[in-house]
C-alpha cells in the first residue's frame, strides 16, 4: 500500500524536528549550509596581534591635566613634509569649487572685466585693440572677447 502525500510530509516534519534539520518541502535555497558551518569570527580576530598602548594615547590621556608630550617621530613627520613643500613636492591644494562652478566664477570675472574695459573705452575715446582670450577650465572651453584700451 502506497504512503499519502499527506503523510509523507507529516513523516519529514517529524523528521526534522527530531534531528533538528530545517523543514523545507519546496526545496528552497535557504543558505542552511552557509549557517551551519563553524564561526570563523573568532579565528580572523586572533590573527592580528592585539592593540597596544600608542603614543597617541598617552598625549591623549594627559591633555586634560594640561600636560605636553613630545613626539619625536611626529615631529620628524611634520619637518619632512616641510621640506617637501619647499622643493614643490607637497601634496597639491584642495580643490575648492567643482568644475562647472569654477566655469561660473571665471565667467562672471571676465564679463565685469570686459564691462569695466568698455566704461573705460567710452570715457577715453581713444584707440582700442580686440584681444580674444580663451580660458579652458576642466573639460569646457570658452572664449571671451576683451577690448584693451591703448594708454600713452
Known amino acids: 500500500m502506497a504512503a499519502s502525500c499527506s503523510r509523507i510530509l507529516e513523516l519529514a516534519k517529524t523528521q526534522c524536528r527530531i534531528f533538528s534539520l530545517n523543514f523545507n518541502p519546496q526545496r528552497l535555497r535557504l543558505g542552511n549550509k552557509v549557517l551551519r558551518q563553524r564561526l570563523r569570527g573568532p579565528a580572523l580576530a586572533a ?7 600608542s603614543f597617541r594615547d598617552l598625549q591623549d590621556a594627559y591633555r586634560p591635566l594640561g600636560l605636553t608630550v613630545f613626539d619625536e617621530y611626529e615631529d620628524d613627520r611634520e619637518e619632512a613634509i616641510q621640506i617637501a613643500k619647499l622643493r614643490g613636492k607637497g601634496r597639491p591644494k584642495k580643490k575648492r569649487t567643482a568644475a562647472g562652478m569654477t566655469l561660473i566664477l571665471v565667467q562672471r570675472l571676465l564679463l565685469t572685466s570686459t564691462q569695466n574695459h568698455d566704461r573705460r573705452r567710452r570715457r577715453n575715446s581713444q584707440d582700442h585693440t580686440g584681444v580674444t582670450m580663451s580660458y579652458v ?4 572651453q570658452t572664449q571671451f572677447s576683451l577690448r584693451s584700451v591703448d594708454t600713452p
Do not use: S
Open 47 to 53: 590573527w592580528y596581534p592585539r592593540k597596544t598602548v
Open 137 to 140: 577650465v576642466g573639460i569646457h
